[in-house]
């Protein structure tokens, strides 16, 4: 299945998309596409339903974040080698974790924000990890069946405030609106060899970011288990697993969002986000 919200800030409601890429309301089974509806019984329950029997919602409505009600939000830095190659970081021996505060997601074509005073606003295509039955001190091998679906995110990020300004990255990563997520939550079975995905993202048409899964560090049950070792994880938190390379901080000399461009951004099968970049 491949899951939504749609509607305006602060009221999506659940959808899913058909077999012909239309939009189906699920509001009368499921207040949100969220906490329980996304455990293995809920996802059963929902591939259960007829869409053809679903009300069509109108192709223009707004898409929100494809998951409701998120706890935490959790990232994963300098995951890709040939992303830590660009940064000149070493390759780390267990996974960089920084958070994103959850006031940062937003839906998956909605206007990127350069927050006041930044100067080295950047990008970060990324495959994120829904989680849908929660647990602590999860085995790798069972790691995967902890997940409801993956979904694209936009990890976008302020450089300076993350590198330079001292203390964890978190304060570079968690402005409002740097946290797109979405188009769609797709359920495991459809979301093909999540271990080889390509990822790309563009900037006004010029592609920075074309990259693979292949290339990640640490897999996704790794990653599941690793983070169960230090903290519980609840149905809805999402996990993204760092980038590949291509970011801006990585040209010569580097290239950083000023306002005004549009980014697009996709993985295969997860689909696509476009932004717009306003300043604050």
């Known amino acids: 299945m491949k899951l939504l919200r749609y509607g305006p800030k602060g009221q999506e409601k659940p959808g899913l998309l058909d077999t012909s890429g239309?939009?189906?309301?699920?509001?009368?089974?499921?207040d949100d596409i969220a906490g329980e509806?996304?455990?293995?019984?809920?996802?059963?329950?929902?591939?259960?339903?007829?869409p053809g029997g679903l009300p069509l919602?109108?192709?223009t409505s707004r898409l929100g974040p494809c998951v409701g009600g998120v706890g935490k939000f959790i990232c994963i830095g300098l995951n890709y080698a040939d992303h830590a190659a660009e940064t000149g970081a070493e390759i780390p021996k267990e996974p960089?974790?920084?958070?994103?505060?959850?006031?940062?997601?937003?839906?998956?074509?909605?206007d990127i924000e350069i927050p006041r005073g930044s100067v080295k606003t950047d990008w970060e295509v990324e495959l994120?990890?829904?989680?849908?039955?929660?647990?602590?001190?999860?085995?790798?091998?069972?790691?995967?069946?902890h997940v409801a679906g993956f979904c694209v995110v936009n990890d976008v990020s302020e450089r300076e405030?993350?590198?330079?300004?001292?203390?964890?990255?978190?304060?570079?990563?968690?402005?409002?609106?740097?946290?797109?997520?979405?188009?769609?939550?797709?359920?495991?079975?459809e979301a093909g060899d999540i271990g080889n995905l390509g990822m790309w993202l563009e900037v006004d048409g010029?592609?920075?970011?074309?990259?693979?899964?292949?290339?990640?560090?640490?897999?996704?049950?790794?990653?599941?288990?690793?983070?169960?070792?230090?903290?519980?994880?609840?149905?809805?938190?999402?996990i993204s697993t760092g980038t590949p390379p291509g970011v801006g901080l990585g040209q010569k000399p580097p290239v950083f969002l000023k306002g005004g461009e549009v980014i697009r951004l996709g993985i295969d099968g997860l689909g696509e986000q476009t932004q717009k970049v306003v300043r604050a």
């Open 22 to 30: 239309r939009i189906r309301d699920l509001s009368v089974h499921v």
């Open 37 to 50: 509806v996304l455990s293995p019984e809920g996802l059963k329950r929902l591939a259960a339903i007829d």
């Open 57 to 59: 919602v109108d192709g």
């Open 96 to 110: 960089v974790v920084f958070n994103k505060w959850t006031s940062a997601i937003s839906g998956p074509n909605d």
């Open 128 to 145: 994120g990890v829904v989680i849908g039955k929660g647990g602590r001190y999860i085995e790798e091998q069972d790691a995967l069946s």
């Open 161 to 189: 405030w993350q590198i330079e300004r001292g203390g964890t990255w978190d304060k570079g990563k968690g402005c409002d609106s740097f946290g797109p997520i979405g188009p769609w939550l797709v359920t495991p079975d």
């Open 206 to 238: 010029h592609r920075f970011q074309n990259g693979t899964t292949a290339t990640m560090i640490f897999g996704v049950a790794h990653l599941i288990s690793y983070l169960t070792r230090f903290l519980s994880l609840q149905p809805g938190d999402v």
